[in-house]
């Protein structure tokens, strides 16, 4: 089945500085990739919509110079968040859509898990 | 608006059957979708509906209702690896998803 590899799985970063996420799509082609955010024991917020070749859609109150969404390649998006803080600590899911079960579903990355000191 | 509701937590045994339960209201329907998530990791697929009725598979099913807006996911002989969160999402007719808070449940030995 479709893969997303997430990268890397736990990073943690002094505040002030910028931490990059990667999200790839492997052996399949992503036009449109989704980043979560989760908090501990809560549900997953959707941050942005990336789009292949053009700007991300952001969700409303998602600082979009905060979280910038690069998705350069039909294969790879990449999340950075700049001048960390620790409030950004959280967990950040990339996921793409793919075919399963004959419907287009959710396939989601592994995760990267925040720490900002 | 958009609103997705789910019980927060629930306890079954080993062995059991359990019934997450989730009623939604959004701005558009084009299918529910269930996931399990363990703690730490990323959400798995279960199931999807589109249409009413009960879709199985295996020791999963899941039922929709459309005009009650209204899902539950049903779990048979449950094993303790099934402790993990569930969440119920509907992905509106923009092809977004969104999520519900998540069910958490344990299993007992």
């Known amino acids: 089945g479709a893969v997303v590899s997430q990268h890397p799985s736990r990073v943690i970063c002094k505040s002030g500085t910028s931490v990059k996420i990667e999200c790839r799509s492997l052996d399949f082609q992503a036009t449109t990739m989704f980043w979560y955010r989760q908090f501990p024991k809560k549900s997953l917020m959707l941050m942005a919509t990336?789009?292949?070749?053009?700007?991300?859609?952001?969700e409303q109150g998602v600082e979009k110079d905060k979280f910038l969404i690069n998705h350069a390649s039909l294969t790879l998006s990449t999340l950075t968040v700049t001048s960390a803080h620790p409030e950004d600590s959280s967990f950040y899911i990339c996921?793409?859509?793919?075919?399963?079960?004959?419907?287009?579903?959710?396939?989601f990355g592994a995760g990267s898990r925040l720490t900002v000191l | 608006g958009q609103n997705i509701d789910q019980p927060t937590e629930m306890t079954a045994t080993e062995g059991a059957i359990v019934q997450i339960n989730c009623t939604y209201q959004t701005s558009g329907f084009n299918g529910l979708f269930w996931y399990q998530q363990h703690a730490g990791e990323a959400p798995t697929f279960l199931s999807y509906n589109v249409l009413d009725g009960l879709e199985e598979k295996g020791r999963f099913s899941s039922f929709l209702s459309r005009s009650k807006g209204y899902s539950y996911l049903l779990l048979k002989e449950l094993q303790m690896k099934d402790s993990a969160s569930y969440l119920c999402?509907?992905?509106?007719?923009?092809?977004?998803?969104?999520f519900g808070p998540g069910t958490r449940l344990s299993v007992l030995p």
């Open positions: 990336s789009n292949e070749g053009s700007k991300a859609t952001y």
């Open positions: 999402a509907v992905r509106n007719y923009g092809q977004n998803f969104v």
């Open positions: 996921s793409a859509s793919t075919q399963g079960s004959g419907a287009n579903v959710l396939t």
